[in-house]
């Protein structure tokens, strides 16, 4: 049973979404989290999972504005999200992301980047929901401003950094503040000599497999579109980092999802 924690799949390359959602499927996928980038992603992704509710995978969202957006946000956007979280059909909304920061590309000015990110955060807690982080050459205000907000103490899941790049130190830091670490096809790179460093550094209970499709697709079908059965190539990559089966691996990170997210194995879950 494999839980895909990050896909974009209201993604324009996704015109063969029900094949998708099959191939997932026989697979070994049983739930996926649409993550999202902006507030247009946010209400497509609401509308897919409603369009697909009787599909054998359990479908959840997010909302949120990637930092990369984040010079559109406005009270406009606040108030749609809002909307969204209030109006969440069968808790299908299960944590507020992707946001952070992202000073590789600056797509947004910094200081707005920042300001939006703690908004979002705001809103995550007064829905009391997780958050999936985007965070990229932006490490020291990626902490300032999570420590800022939640304190440095040791806590239980509030959120998961998505695509982990940092260092062994940042993760645990993070991992001791109550984050999991979401890890991606990257980790299947041949050149990627920090990702095993990085995944024996983390304990198991904190670790989340993600896909980020169609993005960052993983051996051995790297170069092509990226899509949630894939999912199983960087399952295998960490278990054989953690020197535990597969079957053991994808147990864990899908129990990991189920209680970072509050899926309870009651309605609207579907059993396996
Ligand atoms: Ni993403």
Same mark, same amino acid.
């Given at each position: #049973? ?7 799949? /209201? ?36 509308? %897919? ?10 479908? *959840? ?9 984040? $010079? ?28 952070? %920061? ?37 490490? +020291?205000?990626?902490?300032?401003? %999570? ?28 991992? +001791? #503040? ?11 790179? +041949? ?38 059965? *894939?999912?199983?190539?960087? %399952?295998? +990559? ?9 079957? $053991? #691996?994808?147990?864990? /990170? *899908? ?18």
């Amino acid at each position: #049973m494999l839980f895909d924690t990050h896909a974009h799949l /209201t993604d324009s390359r996704f015109d063969d979404i029900d094949e998708v959602l099959d191939r997932a499927y026989d697979a070994g996928v049983r739930s996926v989290l649409l993550a999202t980038a902006d507030v247009d992603e946010s209400l497509r992704s609401v509308a %897919l999972i409603g369009k697909h509710a009787s599909h054998r995978l359990n479908l *959840y969202c997010s909302v949120g504005v990637h930092p990369h957006e984040a $010079k559109s946000f406005d009270l406009d956007s606040e108030l749609a999200l809002r909307n969204l979280l209030d109006a969440s059909v069968e808790n299908r909304i299960v944590a507020v992301g992707e946001i952070g %920061l992202d000073y590789h590309y600056d797509l947004s000015p910094r200081e707005t980047q920042r300001d939006v990110f703690k908004s979002q955060l705001e809103i995550a807690a007064d829905y009391k929901l997780p958050v999936i982080i985007h965070e990229r050459e932006a490490t +020291k205000d990626t902490l300032d401003i %999570l420590i800022d907000f939640f304190g440095a103490g040791a806590s239980e899941d509030r959120g998961v950094i998505h695509c982990f790049s940092g260092s062994v130190e940042t993760a645990r830091i993070l991992v +001791k #503040m109550g984050f999991c670490i979401g890890f991606d096809g990257p980790v299947t790179f +041949k050149n990627n000599r920090h990702a095993p460093e990085i995944i024996a550094s983390v304990p198991i209970d904190k670790i989340l497999i993600e896909t980020d499709s169609p993005y960052l697709t993983p051996v051995p079908h790297r170069g092509k579109r990226n899509e949630p059965a *894939y999912v199983r190539y960087v %399952l295998e +990559k960490v278990a054989e980092i953690k020197g535990l089966s597969p079957d $053991k #691996m994808a147990d864990v /990170t *899908y129990n990991n999802a189920l209680r970072l997210f509050r899926i309870s194995p009651q309605l609207p879950f579907k059993e396996p």
